[in-house]
């Protein structure tokens, strides 16, 4: 009675099982758009929504270089006496226009700064999202591959799955040893909707990167990794290439780096606001002139005649306020601005140093990988195949012990591969080129 309530279980354990497969997400490739890499930049660079956006900014600096040399408009006033306080009384047209001195050009200078420095920021954007897409596509291209890996594993464990069931019933093989086939082979069911599920997470971050006001949805133009791993097709060096010295990518890096070019721009901005609040002290010219005439029944014996005048005047004179808290906080600004600069630059330095040495690393166990473990593994599941179907389909259990072992390696490979993309990109981030040729 025990070993049937036993038997029960484990039946509806294996049934259990082969509902998840039952319940498997479909795909359905034919809805979507394959793109390689280059084709989704493009295509993210022209149709991201927030890219487009921030470029607009771009014309409102244009705009403010405009509005920051705007001269004063002019002011017209009248002066009419009324009643008998106008008895003898002139009135007047005057019209008044103010004139800065020494403040419209560095207003100017401060707004050209400013658009370069718009310019600036959505050039790094521009990379930001190249170097986005590059992540989403690797990371996609990374989830389908092992999707893929599993579905060829699935492939061989259904085979061996399908010969234990024939020996078992040839009472060739042990229950026991039956049991561990088999749940070895519904072992990989999970892991195959899991990757399922991830490759649909990872091409819905894909296009969240991408992010397009249209219906399309884009995928990898590839779905598993060749024997060359696709390091031409991914943008990624080759790890049989001989990097250059770290101290090339250190000077590359920071005569590169956007983060750089704009920290030394907001010191060149804050230096031109120096400059304009100190001109703030300055006083102001304004130049007045009119008509002045009396009103005949004012003017009665016509003593007085009507005429043009002019005068001059200084507005805004320092005296009572001369512009030192103003003047102090820009000075604060500017050095505030030098200290950022010094800070982005060492930080700069750490970061290129640090992702140098962990693409180095990387580079070495990838090419580790490649030449001793992959090869070696490859050979040994088609020796050990060739073995198997020659020997009448025995050894099962062998099999299936080689073919988890090799779904380790596979994995650690594909990590170790994964790292390799990985730490590029990141090194490409530090020295912020989005040219691989241009950064080895």
């Not at 890499?37 to 295509?43: F, M, Y």
């Not at 195959?192 to 091409?203: G, T």
């Not at 770290?246 to 120096?274: C, M, P, S, T, W």
């Not at 259990?397 to 380790?408: D, F, P, T, V």
Request: proline share 2%.
């Amino acid at each position: 009675m025990k070993k049937l309530f036993k038997n029960i279980l484990i039946l509806l354990f294996v049934i259990c099982l082969l509902q998840v497969k039952a319940y498997a997400i479909t795909d359905d490739e034919n809805k979507f758009i394959s793109v390689d890499l280059k084709t989704a930049i493009s295509i993210a660079e022209n149709k991201n929504i927030d890219y487009i956006a921030a470029k607009k900014n771009l014309e409102i600096a244009q705009q403010k270089i405009k509005a920051a040399g705007r001269f004063q408009n002019p002011s017209v006033s009248t002066l009419v006496n009324m009643g008998r306080a106008g008895q003898e009384s002139t009135d007047n047209i005057t019209l008044n226009e103010t004139i800065e001195v020494a403040k419209r050009g560095p207003r100017i200078a401060i707004a050209k700064a400013q658009y370069e420095l718009t310019q600036q920021e959505i050039d790094y954007l521009k990379f930001q999202l190249n170097i986005n897409v590059r992540k989403a596509y690797t990371e996609l291209l990374i989830a389908k591959h092992i999707y893929t890996s599993l579905l060829k594993y699935e492939e061989l464990l259904s085979d061996l799955y399908k010969t234990a069931k024939e020996e078992f019933a040839a009472k060739r093989l042990s229950k026991l040893d039956f049991l561990q086939i088999e749940v070895a082979f519904n072992r990989i069911i999970p892991d195959i909707n899991q990757a399922r599920v991830d490759v649909e997470l990872k091409r819905e971050a894909f296009n969240n990167i991408i992010n397009s006001d249209e219906d399309e949805i884009y995928d990898v133009s590839i779905s598993q990794l060749s024997q060359n791993n696709d390091f031409e097709e991914l943008l990624v060096p080759n790890p049989d290439i001989n990097l250059s010295d770290i101290e090339e990518y250190i000077k590359f890096g920071l005569e590169n780096r956007f983060d750089i070019k704009q920290a030394k721009q907001k010191v060149f901005i804050a230096e031109k606001k120096l400059i304009s609040v100190n001109r703030q002290r300055i006083p102001d010219i304004q130049l007045f002139g009119g008509y002045q005439y009396m009103r005949k029944n004012m003017n009665p014996d016509k003593e007085y005649l009507p005429g043009a005048f002019v005068g001059t005047a200084l507005n805004n004179i320092p005296i009572f306020y001369t512009f030192k808290p103003e003047i102090k906080a820009a000075q604060t600004e500017l050095e505030q601005a030098k200290l950022e600069y010094e800070s982005v630059v060492n930080k700069a330095k750490k970061d290129i140093i640090s992702n140098y040495k962990q693409f180095k690393i990387a580079k070495i166990n990838l090419n580790y990988y490649k030449q001793k473990l992959t090869l070696s593994t490859d050979m040994l599941t088609s020796t050990a195949k060739d073995v198997y179907m020659k020997n009448g389909r025995k050894d099962i259990l062998a099999m299936i012990a080689l073919e988890q072992s090799c779904r380790e390696i596979t994995k650690s490979y594909t990590d170790t591969l994964t790292t390799y993309y990985n730490s590029w990109i990141n090194l490409l981030e530090s020295v912020q080129n989005e040219n691989y040729s241009e950064a080895l």
